[in-house]
């Protein structure tokens, strides 16, 4: 899609990205940090994001998939990238021939592991993945030691790490110590294994860090949506600065007289005659239908809200009877323009969905435009 022709874009700040960076760095002391790029680094833009934490010197990239991972080894980034998703068995290759990092979840897995690495005369990189509770990928955390014990005797594997994930580390600490405790315990087997000081041991996520959870630290924290500027821990939330701002241009101005439906199945009919506008943006772009009837936006410093149903590629704002707005006024979606603010947090209340699930859907077709400049 030829970038910045369309008026529908997002802007991404990259010199308030390097200033979240330095909020969890400076929580976390020397510590390593992982920052987690996968699903198009939340929407934000695999490549352009991962190039940016590089040249802040981030110490590992995150990713789901050997596919993000082979993306970011094309664009000549060197940082290692370890894939935190599940293995296919077919794609072990790939990483030994890309330097890519892979998570190891099983016995079985590491055995192939092995094996591959041993006939393309490699030594495979990995982490072992320990389950604490969130029933995902890995090893139950009491019953690691045959896994242990093969991942340390199989030849042509180099464990780097181990790691576990947390379930809800902003929301339930309760669990959350438990779950450290369970990874504690796992840890504990280790020492008949390895000398755990030669591993990167990590399991804090940004839930972890915004808490404050700093026994969860270990080598290494994995951070994702505080690094876009985000957090549910309203205190950690004003240390942070989201770096996303969605923009898009008034397309078309009418008046409607009174009783006039708006957009799909007429969910919206005018209480008055009034100046509807038109945006060239919609679902089919990541702005959540969910939305419809309910998101605001703002033109001209001024909140108005959504008409009727939100289309694939338009949407629709009652500017009332007496709003002013004109072809190609900026309209602001969410986040800052430097003069106004949308908050996400809002957004995601009145969309009904998480920000991570808002950050994620918005599609290939929305060019993302980075800056470098405060404001
Ligand atoms: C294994 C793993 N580690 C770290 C993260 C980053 O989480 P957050 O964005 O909450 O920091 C994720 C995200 O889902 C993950 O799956």
């Not at 190891?104 to 030594?123: C, D, H, Q, W, Y």
């Not at 101005?253 to 009919?269: H, M, N, P, Q, R």
Request: with cysteine; glycine share 8%; net charge positive.
């Amino acid at each position: 899609m030829a970038d910045t022709l369309r008026p529908t874009k997002v802007e991404i700040n990259l010199k308030k990205l390097s200033y979240n960076l330095n909020v969890i760095k400076n929580e976390i002391g020397s510590r390593k940090i992982m920052a987690v790029v996968k699903a198009n680094a939340y929407g934000h833009g695999l490549v352009e994001i991962s190039k940016h934490f590089e040249k802040e010197g981030v110490d590992y990239l995150g990713v789901a998939f050997i596919e993000e991972a082979l993306v970011l080894r094309k664009a000549r980034i060197k940082t290692p990238i370890l894939v935190l998703g599940g293995l296919d068995n077919e794609q072990i290759d790939m990483f030994l021939e890309n330097d890519i990092t892979i998570t190891g979840s099983s016995i079985e897995k590491l055995k192939t592991i092995s094996t591959r690495a041993k006939k393309l005369n490699k030594v495979a990189k990995v982490h072992l993945k320990v389950d604490t509770g969130m029933g995902r990928i890995g090893v139950q955390w009491d019953r690691v030691r045959p896994f242990f014990k093969a991942a340390f005797q199989l030849p042509n594997i180099n464990i780097e790490g181990i790691f576990s994930h947390f379930v809800s580390s902003s929301s339930d600490l309760k669990l959350t110590r438990i779950q450290l405790e369970r990874f504690n315990r796992a840890l504990k087997v280790l020492d008949s294994y390895v000398d755990k000081d030669k591993l990167i041991i990590h399991l804090s996520n940004s839930g972890g860090v915004a808490n404050q959870i700093k026994d969860a630290y270990f080598d290494m924290v994995r951070s994702g949506l505080s690094l876009y500027g985000y957090s549910p821990i309203s205190e950690f939330q004003e240390k942070l600065k989201p770096i996303m701002t969605f923009k898009t241009k008034v397309s078309y101005f009418k008046v409607l007289e009174k009783g006039s439906t708006v957009g799909y199945d007429a969910k919206y009919i005018t209480k008055e005659r009034t100046r509807i506008v038109t945006l060239p943006v919609g679902y089919a772009d990541g702005y959540a239908r969910s939305l419809s009837n309910k998101g605001k936006v703002i033109i001209r410093d001024k909140e108005y809200p959504l008409a009727g149903r939100i289309c694939m590629d338009q949407c629709m704002v009652d500017i009332g009877s007496k709003g002013e707005a004109y072809n190609g006024d900026d309209v602001l979606l969410w986040g800052n323009d430097g003069k106004n603010n949308i908050d996400l947090w809002e957004v995601s209340k009145l969309a009904d969905r998480s920000i991570y699930d808002i950050l994620c859907s918005i599609s290939q077709r929305v060019p993302r435009v980075y800056i470098s400049y405060f404001y």
